[in-house]
Nanobody, 114 residues
Framework: QVQLVESGGGLVQPGGSLTLSCAAS????????MGWYRQAPGKQRELVAT??????TNYADSVKGRFTISRLNAKTVTLQMNSLKPEDTAVYYC?????????WGQGTQVTVSS
């Protein structure tokens, strides 16, 4: 079965940086989309960034220029977050899509506060 393991969340001051990592295991097609979504208390889950095999990356307007998604291989992605703001505070979820199915990690808490 497919599993996603996330790491890297934590507490950081405004202007600081964090790097999130997600590693997928199981039988996964080499052509896929991996990405990050986030959900703040009382709000809907929203897209942060995605990276798709053979096409490229996509970022939410709110994080463009500050966050960078990178694919280490077909099963591993990172999210480098710089210049963090309090409004970035949320649970961040790793996502994997292939063959018409979507998989989610358990989420990791990112808190930006002075």
């Amino acid at each position: 079965q497919v599993q996603l393991v996330e790491s890297g969340g934590g507490l950081v001051q405004p202007g600081g940086s964090l790097t999130l990592s997600c590693a997928a295991s199981g039988i996964i097609f080499s052509s896929n989309t991996m990405g990050w979504y986030r959900q703040a208390p009382g709000k809907q889950r929203e897209l942060v960034a995605t990276i798709t095999t053979g096409t490229g990356t996509n970022y939410a307007d709110s994080v463009k220029g500050r966050f960078t998604i990178s694919r280490l291989n077909a099963k591993t992605v990172t999210l480098q977050m710089n210049s963090l703001k309090p409004e970035d505070t949320a649970v961040y979820y790793c996502n994997l899509q292939f063959a018409g199915a979507r998989y989610w990690g358990q989420g990791t808490q990112v808190t930006v506060s002075s």
